[in-house]
Structures are given as C-alpha cells and as structure tokens.
C-alpha cells in the first residue's frame, strides 16, 4: 500500500496553525491504560491553591488536564463525585487561542473556546474552525470550591496536541476481502519523538469497533467484527500476543487470515511476525502481510498522437495492447487499467467511451458537458455533466445505474474513484464560496453494483477562493487538489490525508491536470504547455526532457 502522503503529512503538514510541525507515527507501544506520558517537555501542573476562586479553579483545572499522562492532579479540581465521571479521553478540542471567559452565575462559568480541530472518543479527527462553549458548574467541597460538572474531554493547545497525539492507519478490507482500505485515527501516546506511538490496545479496540464516517456500513470490511479483546501480552524483543474472543462458529481459515492482516498492518511493528493471534484459545497460523500494489512509475500520456508510457528520461514506448486503440478515439482524458485491460475516455466528440484489447470503442455515456470519466476496480465506469451534480452514472458494459446524492455545489470541476474503489473524490464549484472537495464512501448493493454516495464525508483541503482545476488520488489515504489562486496568476496544490492533517505544496502556472502516481514520484502535473511535472523532494521538477506535446496526463488503476 501506498503509505508517502500519510507519513509525509504527518512530518511535514501544516497543522492546525499555520507551520506547526506533526511527528510520525511511529510505532505501537504496548502499556498501562492510564501510563505517564513521557515527553521531551515535561509539564508539572499546579493542584489547586487553597482559597482559589471559582475561574481559578477552572482555568488550573483546564491547564492540568493538559498535562498528559494519569491527570491526578486535573482530578484535584473535581468534585469527589464528578472526578469518578469525568471521561477525559472523549473528545481532545485543539485550542486555536485564548478563551472567553463569561460569568454565568456565581457558581457557573461558560468558557468559549476558539478551536481549529477536535477528536472524539473513536480517534476520528475533524478540522474545522469554530468557537466551542465549555460549562462549568462548581460546588464548596470542605470550604474549597471544586467543579461538579463539566464537559467530558480536554483541551490542548497545537504543540501540546503533536507530543501528546499521532495519527495511526487502522486498515480494513473492501468488500472483495482483497484490498486493504486506511481509516486514519488519532491516539494519544505514550512516549514523543521517532519511536512515540499508541498503546497497541488502543489500536486493536478501535480496529475490533470498526469504520467511522464515510468508510463505514458496508462501504468496507472489517473481519475483527464481533470480536472481544481478552488481552495483550508482551513477549521478548518485541513481540506481542493478542487474544480474542469470538462468539459462535468457530473463524474459519479465511477469516483469521484476515484478522491477522489487519491486526499486523494496522499496528506498524517492525515486523509481521511481531504480532501472534489467538482466537479461542487457539494459536492462528502466520499470515503474509497483504500488499495494495502501485501503479506505473511512468506517466501514461498521449503524446503527439500517440499514447503510451514516458520515461523519467524523455523515452516514450507505446502501449503495446492499447495504446493504437486510445489514440484513435482523440482522447482529451483517459483513466486507464492496466489490470483490466481496458481505458475509459472522454473521447473527441466529448462522449465517455470505453477501450477495450479488442472490439470497437463502446459509449458509455453521450450526455452533453461530460467530465473525465473514473473507473473502480469492479470495472464499472463513472461519469458526470459539469453542470448537474446529481447526475453521476456509472456503466459496468451491461448496464448503466444513476448514484443518488453525496455531490454539493453548484457545478462540478472533477470525480475520480480511490485506487482501492471504496470512496470517490469529487470537487466542485460554489457560485458563492469557490471551490470543495469532499471524499464520500460509494455505496453498493450485495452484487456490487454502486447505487450511491454516503451522506457523510471526508471535507478535503482546498484553500480559501480561486477555482478548482482538478483533483486526485495521491494514494490509499490521500488526495491532493489543484486550484487557482484568487487573481488568477498561479495555481497551487493541496494534499489532504483523509481522517488527518493538509499540506501546501507550492505553486505553479497555468496547471491543467494533476495525477497520483506512486511511493517514489506522488504527484505528476501536466502545464498547459504540454510539459510535466513531479513533486519530488519537498519541491516540483519538471520531470523529464519532453516539455511540450504531452496532450493528456493519464490516471492509472
């Protein structure tokens, strides 16, 4: 699986404020459920002074369940009875500046607080700017005033929030069982820096609960459903043993394979054979990690009239099976499968046609004002009007199905399917606000046949004003979006780990298409010169001798 745009974002990404730097990941660290977190900064927060008044007692309280850690001395604030209540682990508010303090009453103070992102109680992390109100009840406990009542969760500020925080892949399967699909979730640590990571129970609990969003009710697959965790133990250099509990029959072959799978890759450890599976008391035999595999590191292009693949070097070699075929369509998009043997077009007069090794072109869909097709790895192929955003079709060859709901805006810029064919990415217009991108989950009946898009997304990166030019895959996790800048005068790009953080990634001039290619070149561009280029090394190059002619930039599944 492609795995570059999760671990750069996570290094490099512009968090939550503007430059502030997010670590990686690391690896899961088995621990205690309430460990001490080992931080290069150690905080030693104050408990509460005696005669404190009640904003006292609440701006102490909040500053020491910052601390990390077994927050014994945030629960000093509390009430006895509130402090066995209080779930500090449901929600993290990521604090984006100082808070307005407002007096309620004399025993009740509102703290509003300005935020930039938050994490509920699954991991499932969500950016969005916005004024959170937090309200403090207090009471007199043995002549000192304590707080009785308050929201559940804490708040940390964005430095505080990258040493006590890392996002974590947990990966499920697609429903053919034969992909693996990321759902990134945010745990909180147990020690910062390189090797920081989550407890592996926090990890395998979150994994046994399943999806969250737009990845969940049937959209994926989760083969630990059901299952109980009885423990974990740690063995020597390394090693861990995971019992589970299942009810019922007995998990055949099949299924513990895919446990282990997703118990493996969802865990990060060094090595596959870290993780040992018992199930019912029953050791699970040793499963090979399951590998999404990438695409082509060569650019499919159409050039000067010829489609095939272009070297890093400038060589061109025509694609043998194909390639005559989707040349004399006089494509102005293609997404091409190479496992498929076939290529979807929007061919000359603008119709989404469908190459295949043999045969004549077949329509798909001769609708006015159609946009590049995208293809799933069912083999269906997906269409839409620019100006009709409930108009996605999607044609297997047999029949064509019209998807229900899931597109905002008042017209479309672009659509492509992830490479894994769960989720599609779509990027429109607003007449009022500019361009979106959202990333929903694409729905099916028990054959397969898609029928629609989830209600609930993914909200995707875009930048403030402009328009959207194009959008794509980076890979299994992330999409990156080209855009305009407001005046018109250069073009920029935007990659969003979905469940995560975004990155700038510079800028460009007069950008047509972007492209997902693989872990050693993410990102390809085509100018409107004809020229390529490849985001590569923290910069873009332009990647190989031919700088004009490249008509069209293909998209590989």
């Not at 997010?22 to 309430?34: D, K, N, W, Y």
């Not at 080992?38 to 904003?55: M, Q």
């Not at 950016?127 to 109100?133: G, N, S």
């Not at 407890?199 to 630990?224: K, Q």
Request: hydrophobic share 40%; proline share 7%; aromatic share 6%.
């Amino acid at each position: 699986m492609r795995r570059a745009a999760i671990g750069a974002l996570a290094v490099l990404a512009l968090v939550l404020t503007g430059c502030a730097e997010i670590p990686t990941s690391g690896t899961v660290q088995a621990g205690s459920t309430e460990g001490p977190n080992d931080t290069s900064i150690i905080y030693l927060p104050n408990p509460p002074a005696a005669g404190a008044n009640p904003r006292e007692i609440v701006t102490g309280f909040l500053s020491a369940a910052s601390a990390g850690g077994d927050l014994k001395v945030a629960k000093q604030y509390l009430s006895t009875e509130f402090a066995k209540r209080w779930k500090p682990r449901d929600r993290v508010l990521v604090q984006e500046a100082q808070p307005t303090v407002v007096t309620v009453s004399d025993t009740a103070l509102r703290f509003e607080v300005p935020t930039s992102a938050s994490v509920n109680e699954h991991g499932v992390y969500v950016a969005e700017t916005k004024t959170v109100p937090l309200d403090f009840d207090l009471v007199q406990q043995r002549g000192q005033w304590r707080i009785a009542s308050a929201p559940d969760g804490i708040v940390l500020g964005p430095s505080v929030f990258q040493r006590q925080y890392r996002p974590q892949a947990l990966e499920f399967f697609d429903p053919t069982w034969t992909r693996l699909v990321p759902d990134v979730r945010w745990f909180p640590v147990q020690s910062s820096g390189s090797s920081g990571g989550p407890r592996l129970e926090d990890v395998v609990r979150t994994l046994i609960n399943g999806p969250a969003g737009p990845l969940a009710n049937g959209i994926t697959a989760n083969a630990l459903s059901g299952a109980q965790l009885q423990g974990i133990v740690e063995g020597p250099a390394g090693t861990y043993t995971v019992a589970l509990r299942v009810a019922g029959a007995e998990p055949n072959a099949a299924t513990l394979t895919r446990m282990q799978q997703q118990l493996i890759q969802s865990a990060l450890l060094p090595t596959p054979t870290a993780v040992r599976l018992v199930v019912n008391g029953r050791i699970a035999p040793r499963a090979e990690q399951l590998v999404n595999q990438p695409g082509s590191l060569d650019a499919y292009v159409l050039l000067s009239g010829r489609f095939g693949t272009l070297g890093a070097n400038g060589d061109f070699s025509e694609e043998p099976t194909l390639g005559r075929r989707i040349a004399a369509t006089r494509p102005s998009a293609v997404t091409i499968s190479m496992r498929q043997k076939f290529a979807a077009v929007l061919d000359g007069s603008q119709r989404v046609a469908v190459v295949g090794a043999s045969g004549a072109p077949r329509i798909a869909d001769e609708r006015a004002d159609l946009l590049p097709p995208t293809v799933d790895q069912r083999g269906w192929v997906y269409s839409i009007p620019k100006t009709d955003p409930g108009g996605l079709q999607a044609w297997n060859g047999k029949k064509t199905v019209s998807l229900i709901g899931g597109i905002p805006g008042d017209s479309v810029t672009a659509i492509e399917a992830s490479p894994d064919g769960t989720r599609m990415l779509v990027l429109v217009q607003n007449d009022s606000t500019g361009p979106q991108a959202i990333v929903a989950g694409i729905e099916r009946t028990a054959d397969g046949t898609p029928i629609g898009l989830t209600t609930a997304h993914y909200e995707v990166a875009v930048g403030g004003g402009g328009k959207g030019i194009d959008a794509t895959w980076q890979d299994d996790g992330a999409v990156a979006v080209l855009s305009s800048a407001p005046d018109n005068t250069t073009d920029r790009v935007r990659v969003q780990q979905l469940g995560g953080v975004d990155l700038a990634l510079g800028q460009l001039t007069n950008a047509r298409t972007i492209v997902g290619t693989s872990e050693q070149a993410d990102l390809r561009v085509r100018l409107e010169s004809g020229a390529l280029w490849v985001w590569n090394n923290n910069l873009w190059q332009a990647e190989s001798k031919v700088q004009t002619d490249v008509s069209v930039l293909a998209v590989q599944r």
